[in-house]
């Protein structure tokens, strides 16, 4: 049994940045993906085993992921956050570099992310 633990969320103005942090069980793709209220979960970032990432255009350059396997910890670095960033966010894990949810098969609880204007 794969299992994610999220950590890093909170609130943050406008401008601001936040890193969160995912431990996981095993070596595996590790995606970001987020929910906005009333909103459908979006890809946000994600990064291979062997150090391949991808993001979705709107955090591009704004956002970075990067993983520590020797911890089992992937990490999502959000700078110059905006209030649309505020959203809960999941780590998954997947088999191959995706953006889309059904090719992840594991998921954290979230953390929730909050940017006031």
Same mark, same amino acid.
């Given at each position: ?9 909170? @609130?943050?103005?406008? %401008?601001? +940045?936040?890193?969160? =942090?995912?431990?996981? $069980? ?7 993906? /987020? ?8 890809? @946000?970032?994600?990064? %291979?085993? +062997?150090?391949?990432? =991808?993001?979705?255009? $709107? ?7 990067? /993983? ?31 953006? /889309? ?17």
């Amino acid at each position: 049994q794969v299992q994610l633990v999220e950590s890093g969320g909170g @609130v943050v103005q406008a %401008g601001g +940045s936040l890193r969160l =942090s995912c431990t996981f $069980s095993s070596s595996y793709v590790m995606g970001w993906f /987020r929910q906005a209220p009333g909103k459908e979960r979006e890809f @946000v970032a994600a990064s %291979g085993i +062997s150090g391949g990432t =991808s993001y979705a255009d $709107s955090v591009k350059g704004r956002f970075s992921i990067s /993983r520590d396997n020797a911890k089992n910890t992937v990490y999502l670095q959000m700078n110059s956050l905006k209030p649309e960033d505020t959203a809960v966010y999941y780590c998954a894990v997947g088999s191959f570099l995706s953006r /889309r949810k059904a090719d992840y098969a594991y998921w954290g609880q979230g953390t929730q992310v909050t940017v006031s204007s």
